[in-house]
Nanobody, 120 residues
């Protein structure tokens, strides 16, 4: 599985950005796709994730401002980020976790990361 991310950039506080991540290759029938972010010297943290069944979850810090969605046919996940704040500045990484039905083993894949910079 390969992940191709796009959509990062520079935006003013209060603005919006949309991140995209497309999974290609030997994708799995059951998967979770999500976005994580990491600042220098800090641990990578979950921003939002969505399953192939459509269930989603968000970090408290972004709930109500960010929306994650998924196009199953394209195996693409989107993160719409509104009302951006300076503290949202980070490198954002796409993660794909896949598994086969009735098999417990999960396989994790990461994108290369895309920088989001919010100027105040």
């Amino acid at each position: 599985v390969q992940l191709v991310e796009s959509g990062g950039g520079l935006v003013q506080a209060g603005g919006s950005l949309r991140l995209s991540c497309a999974a290609t290759g030997s994708v799995f029938p059951i998967s979770v796709m999500g976005w994580y972010r990491q600042a220098p010297g800090k641990q990578r943290e979950l921003v939002a994730a969505i399953s192939s069944g459509g269930s989603s979850n968000y970090a408290d810090s972004v709930r109500g401002r960010f929306t994650i969605s998924r196009d199953g046919a394209k195996e693409t996940v989107y993160l719409q980020m509104n009302s951006l704040k300076a503290e949202d500045t980070d490198v954002y990484y796409c993660k794909y976790t896949g598994r086969r039905p009735s098999r417990p083993t999960q396989y994790d894949y990461w994108g290369q990361g895309t920088l989001v910079t919010v100027s105040s």
